[in-house]
T-cell receptor
């Protein structure tokens, strides 16, 4: 089955620790995205990548880092510099087309800082 | 900056009635719009999309209307069912990097 997987589903972190959230897709999509969602809010873009070995900051990149060493994978690291990391994190991917940009989402990772 | 917003944060409808969820956008250069459905604790699911050269597009039980004159987008759900209860987001395409800007969402509740 084609799709996007995220792991873990739930993640608990102590203050001061870095954690890495996994995102894998087998849709052969070039572009991948990370969003943060807070309760009752919309999605805010953290980072995105249009091609392997390249990525760009989104609207709220501070305190986060990413890598894109493989087309299928786009892990997100939440660093200790992120002041309020408790949130629902969503990964998405899309195929590049001249028009239109339907993004397919993974099931999300809920991160809680203890 | 550009933004996508929704007129109503919550909407309650009787089962079997039609639902209309509205969305306003401000970027007149946006050329692509999507509606997503998000159930509690899950990732958003694609419902329907529309390009700016269209006014209307229909899917199974859903219709999206685009009014570029007033920068308004709506999602109509026919014969609303309990399984339609979720948060609905509209999103617009922005920038050459094909990014999407999401609205804050509307919580649709279907009453028995």
């Amino acid at each position: 089955d084609g799709g996007i997987t995220q792991s873990p589903k739930y993640l608990f972190r102590k203050e001061g620790q870095n954690v890495t959230l996994s995102c894998e897709q087998n849709l052969n999509h070039d572009a991948m995205y990370w969003y943060r969602q807070d309760p009752g809010q919309g999605l805010r873009l953290i980072y995105y990548s249009q091609i392997v070995n390249d990525f760009q900051k989104g609207d709220i990149a501070e305190g986060y880092s990413v890598s894109r060493e493989k087309k299928e994978s786009f892990p997100l690291t939440v660093t200790s510099a992120q002041k309020n990391p408790t949130a629902f994190y969503l990964c998405a991917s899309s195929a590049y087309r001249a028009a239109g940009n339907e993004q397919f989402f993974g099931p999300g990772t809920r991160l809680t800082v203890l | 900056g550009e933004s996508v917003g929704l007129h109503l944060p919550t909407l309650s409808v009787q089962e079997g009635d039609n639902s209309i969820i509205n969305c306003a956008y401000s970027n007149s250069a946006s050329d692509y719009f999507i509606w997503y459905k998000q159930e509690s604790g899950k990732g958003p699911q694609f419902i329907i999309d529309i390009r700016s050269n269209m006014d209307k597009r229909q899917g199974q039980r859903v219709t999206v209307l685009l009014n570029k004159t007033v920068k308004h987008l709506s999602l109509q759900i026919a014969a609303t069912q309990p399984g339609d209860s979720a948060v609905y987001f509209c999103a617009e395409n922005r920038g050459s990097a094909r990014q999407l800007t999401f609205g804050s969402g509307t919580q649709l509740t279907v009453l028995p």
